[in-house]
């Protein structure tokens, strides 16, 4: 008989080798085989060990032993690495740590958060932007954006965000001072956040001007923001009321929330009236998106506090009494809430 010779087989299924990656010990000793690679004089060896450990920290279990084993510490030493890649991943691990309770406790414990701000002035633009992830994704929570603040970063950000020409590591810095003003609005209106984010609501990117009307939302809420934005000049008012045209959604419905907050006071609601908000957000209460729908109802609210505001509403309360038996319950209620201002005779 003759025998077939042995042909060589293809297996597809075979993991395909990274010669980047470090390998992973087995069992209690890959985590602190992997420190000690982070620490490794060879820049190679630390490289790779930051790509594996970026994979290591998306396990829940592996990264509390990753944090038990300290190496939040040895990513703190590695923030000051000569090599721009080992500042960049370990910035990038840090952002992976702050997303969970455990990692943001060692976050403040660690001060990690100044340790990452010296790396929003780095030459790199990679390491920036991973730096400044790291710290957005800490400030996320009340103690985080504490923390923050604590850490004298409210003034840094807004230097930054002027600074910075590249816009979506502007808007990263946004929403950080965002979730700061969460917890503290007094550093923002003293180092003139509000000027800046006016500007910003003119700016090309919707991404940005989306933020600047959140900010500027966030900044209203204390009297001394509403007053800073209806002096004489400063030309906000007009601006969000030209964006509640915009294409973007998330840009209207900020903008709307903004003119909502500042029309608490008389002068905001009479310079709201000056700049032609009233028609704009009657037309915002028929848009598909039912946050803008809501906002728009309250902030229509604000303005039938005045008597001109209330006459020219009138026409209005067709459409009002559709949103009144809407499906969503919020919208119902603020367009129940806007029927009985528009009608009330003292």
């Given at each position: 008989?003759?025998?077939?010779?042995?042909?060589?087989?293809?297996?597809?299924n075979?993991?395909?080798?990274?010669?980047?990656?470090?390998?992973?010990?087995?069992?209690?000793?890959?985590?602190?085989?992997?420190?000690?690679?982070?620490?490794?004089?060879e820049?190679?060896?630390?490289?790779?060990?930051?790509?594996?450990?970026?994979?290591?920290?998306?396990?829940?279990?592996?990264?509390?032993?990753?944090?038990?084993?300290?190496?939040?510490?040895?990513?703190?030493?590695?923030?000051?690495?000569?090599?721009?890649?080992?500042?960049q991943?370990?910035?990038?691990?840090?952002?992976?740590?702050?997303?969970?309770?455990?990692?943001?406790?060692?976050?403040?414990?660690?001060?990690?958060?100044?340790?990452l701000?010296?790396?929003?002035?780095d030459?790199?633009?990679?390491?920036?932007?991973?730096?400044?992830?790291?710290?957005?994704?800490?400030?996320?929570?009340?103690?985080?954006?504490?923390?923050?603040?604590?850490?004298?970063?409210?003034?840094?950000?807004?230097?930054?965000?002027?600074?910075?020409?590249?816009?979506?590591?502007?808007?990263?810095?946004?929403?950080?001072?965002?979730?700061?003003?969460?917890?503290?609005?007094?550093?923002?209106?003293?180092?003139?956040?509000?000027?800046?984010?006016?500007?910003?609501?003119?700016?090309?990117?919707?991404?940005?001007?989306?933020?600047?009307?959140?900010?500027?939302?966030?900044?209203?809420?204390?009297?001394?923001?509403?007053?800073?934005?209806?002096?004489?000049?400063?030309?906000?008012?007009?601006?969000?009321?030209?964006?509640?045209?915009?294409?973007?959604?998330?840009?209207?419905?900020?903008?709307?929330?903004?003119?909502?907050?500042?029309?608490?006071?008389?002068?905001?609601?009479?310079?709201?009236?000056?700049?032609?908000?009233?028609?704009?957000?009657?037309a915002?209460?028929?848009?598909?998106?039912?946050?803008?729908?809501?906002?728009?109802?309250?902030?229509?609210?604000?303005?039938?506090?005045?008597?001109?505001?209330?006459?020219?509403?009138?026409?209005?309360?067709?459409?009002?009494?559709?949103?009144i038996?809407?499906?969503?319950?919020m919208?119902s209620?603020?367009?129940?809430?806007?029927?009985?201002?528009?009608?009330?005779?003292?």
């Amino acid at each position: 008989a003759i025998t077939q010779m042995a042909s060589p087989r293809v297996y597809a299924n075979l993991p395909v080798y990274d010669p980047s990656k470090s390998s992973l010990a087995f069992g209690n000793r890959a985590i602190p085989k992997l420190n000690r690679e982070l620490q490794s004089v060879e820049l190679a060896v630390r490289q790779q060990a930051l790509l594996l450990l970026c994979d290591v920290l998306h396990q829940k279990e592996k990264l509390a032993a990753s944090l038990r084993e300290g190496i939040a510490s040895t990513l703190k030493s590695l923030l000051e690495d000569d090599d721009a890649v080992v500042r960049q991943r370990a910035a990038h691990a840090l952002g992976i740590i702050a997303q969970h309770t455990l990692g943001r406790q060692i976050f403040l414990e660690l001060h990690l958060i100044p340790a990452l701000a010296k790396l929003f002035s780095d030459g790199e633009y990679t390491v920036r932007y991973s730096a400044h992830g790291a710290v957005e994704m800490c400030a996320r929570t009340s103690e985080g954006a504490e923390g923050t603040v604590a850490a004298g970063l409210v003034p840094l950000c807004v230097e930054k965000v002027v600074q910075e020409e590249n816009t979506p590591l502007r808007a990263l810095i946004l929403d950080t001072l965002h979730w700061c003003f969460q917890v503290d609005t007094v550093q923002g209106l003293l180092c003139k956040t509000l000027p800046i984010c006016t500007q910003l609501l003119g700016h090309h990117s919707p991404d940005l001007r989306s933020r600047a009307a959140r900010i500027v939302y966030d900044l209203t809420v204390p009297y001394e923001g509403k007053e800073t934005v209806c002096a004489e000049g400063f030309g906000c008012i007009p601006l969000l009321v030209g964006l509640l045209s915009d294409a973007d959604t998330f840009v209207k419905s900020q903008a709307a929330a903004a003119l909502m907050s500042i029309a608490v006071i008389t002068k905001g609601k009479y310079s709201e009236l000056e700049a032609g908000a009233l028609p704009s957000l009657v037309a915002l209460m028929g848009d598909t998106e039912s946050e803008v729908r809501l906002n728009s109802i309250k902030a229509l609210t604000m303005l039938a506090e005045t008597p001109e505001g209330k006459a020219e509403l009138q026409s209005a309360l067709p459409k009002l009494e559709e949103l009144i038996n809407e499906t969503n319950e919020m919208v119902s209620k603020a367009a129940r809430t806007a029927k009985k201002v528009i009608t009330w005779k003292p």
